[in-house]
């Protein structure tokens, strides 16, 4: 299959839009692929000719959207430092929609609404140790997320005592991007028993289809 071949489907838009925020992501300077992963590429039945295309590095890069794709950061909440924050949110990560039972994602790609006091960026030595991290720890048969592809670039970014250092970004795939703590935002407000209900629904219905017709289904779902 061809990278334009590729058809997106998003469908966490059935969510009220105070869960997330849509948003295209902010290209970096000079993207350049640095690798891609071929057992990903197998997984979704795309020729590994695509990565030599330089589409494919736009599309990492937020250049390019593929059909079907509407870009967006999630909110959730959860604990940080020792103490639990009502709203995180995907600060540096956009996702760009679903192909099969998987969902991507660009970590990198640039700010969003739960940016906070970051920059929303990534850059390229936590990006490859992140990507070496989650191919070992699949490996070893530890479920974990999966990395497509990781681009590289010009694009300085600041971290430490201001030393610059290069932007990247990863392109990484998993059957689900909910959190506890997507749950933990979902149960605060006026409707929360009503949304907390649909959040669950939507995870059976993507994650644990053999129990959406279960009477025990929301326990199970936590098991």
Do not use: C
Request: a positive charge.
């Amino acid at each position: 299959m061809k990278l334009n071949d590729i058809k997106l489907e998003n469908d966490y838009f059935e969510f009220d839009e105070k869960f997330y925020h849509k948003i295209n992501p902010t290209p970096l300077n000079n993207p350049h692929l640095i690798s891609y992963n071929k057992l990903m590429f197998d997984e979704i039945g795309l020729d590994y000719d695509e990565a030599k295309n330089e589409e494919f590095v736009k599309f990492i890069n937020g250049e390019k959207l593929l059909e079907g794709s509407l870009p967006y950061a999630k909110a959730y909440a959860g604990h940080q430092f020792g103490y639990f924050v009502p709203q995180l949110g995907d600060g540096r990560a956009i996702n760009l929609g679903k192909i099969g039972s998987w969902h991507l994602q660009t970590k990198g790609a640039g700010l969003t609404r739960y940016s906070r006091q970051g920059d929303g960026r990534a850059v390229l030595r936590s990006s490859v140790r992140e990507y070496i991290i989650s191919e070992a720890m699949h490996a070893l048969d530890i479920p974990t997320t999966r990395v497509l592809a990781l681009i590289g670039s010009t694009h300085p970014v600041s971290r430490y005592y201001g030393v610059k250092e290069t932007g990247a970004i990863v392109l990484r795939m998993s059957p689900s991007w909910v959190r506890i703590g997507t749950f933990e935002y979902f149960a605060r407000g006026k409707d929360a028993k009503a949304n907390l209900t649909q959040l669950a629904n939507y995870v059976i219905k993507n994650s644990y289809p053999h129990l959406i017709n279960d009477k025990d289904k929301y326990e199970k779902m936590y098991y």
